[in-house]
């Protein structure tokens, strides 16, 4: 349970705190470039097609790897494995 | 006295970012957000942005260096929105402050660039016209104080205390940040309160004795 000094000195340390608030100037840079660098995110698509062209062979491989592993494991998991212990 | 005053009630020439909106209105926000309307993201880091700086600026070397943080936290933030999910009742600055926390972190790790950034911080006081000479001594003294203060304690309860008065978290939300106990978070809140309030009435008589030492 907080007492009536633990409120005081909690409410003390938050408006010291407030000391390291940006200024207005900073704070209206700040947001310039987080929008800007927002707008410039390249597209998923397009950053996946970059991620492979960097090492085509290497990526492609493993790219096809993954799918292989996804579409084995989805046959696997269509097998009805109770059923057939059964027999 | 002039000064502590001035550390407890805040800086006038900050002005405050808008009040955090109800719980329902920042779902409404986020929503809009990861459909990419922009509009909203700049309501977003209207309410968040003050909260966000604070709880990492202990945590960074240099304003320079936090405000490469905050933004990398944003934008961090807005390009991952779909992977924001209200789980139990995390708030969004809850989520925002972890994202902020560990990229502080990784800056801190990687640690290079830090002079460059200083002496870029160092020529944006001068270039940075303050509205009085007064106002910049009181800003510059009560961040300093602070920061000098902050940077005696280890750096976990740093975090805490940070995440605790900057971001202004609950204790569960800053334990689920720094991967404690919530009950651990109020045991150091509580060790660690005292000795910072202490630790800055000290500090602050020192300065204010030096400047009395100075007058002729």
């Known amino acids: 349970m907080m007492n009536d000094d633990d409120t005081r000195e909690d409410l003390q340390l938050n408006r010291a705190f407030s000391a390291l608030s940006p200024s207005t100037q900073e704070r209206e840079h700040m947001r310039r470039v987080i929008l800007a660098a927002y707008a410039a995110l390249p597209p998923l698509t397009e950053e996946w097609l970059t991620m492979l062209r960097s090492r085509p062979v290497a990526n492609t491989i493993y790219t096809f790897a993954a799918a292989a592993v996804l579409v084995l494991g989805v046959l696997l998991s269509a097998v009805p494995w109770a059923a057939l212990s059964e027999l | ?216």
């Open chain 2, 1 to 216: 006295m002039y000064l502590l005053f001035a550390i407890l009630v805040g800086r006038p020439d900050r002005i405050p970012g808008p009040p955090e909106p109800p719980e329902a209105e920042v779902q409404s926000l986020v929503l809009r957000s990861r459909g990419g309307d922009t509009e909203a993201m700049g309501a977003l880091y209207e309410f968040y942005v003050e909260r966000v700086y604070r709880s990492v600026r202990p945590l960074c070397g240099s304003a320079a260096a936090t405000e490469d943080v905050v933004q990398d936290a944003f934008v961090k933030a807005f390009a991952s929105l779909h992977g924001y999910e209200k789980r139990d009742n995390q708030r969004f600055i809850a989520w925002l402050s972890t994202i902020a926390l560990n990229g502080a972190r990784n800056q801190s790790a990687r640690g290079r660039r830090r002079r460059e950034l200083r002496e870029r911080d160092a020529a944006r006081e001068v270039t940075e016209a303050p509205r009085t000479p007064e106002s910049a001594l009181l800003d510059a003294e009560a961040r300093g104080r602070l920061l000098r203060a902050l940077e005696a304690l280890p750096k976990r309860d740093r975090e805490v205390l940070s995440l605790r008065y900057g971001a202004d978290l609950e204790a569960s939300e800053v334990a689920a940040a720094c991967a404690l106990s919530a009950a651990n978070v109020r045991k150091i809140c509580e060790r660690q309160r005292r000795r910072l309030l202490a630790e800055l009435t000290i500090r602050n008589d020192e300065d204010e004795a030096a400047r009395a030492g100075e007058d002729p």
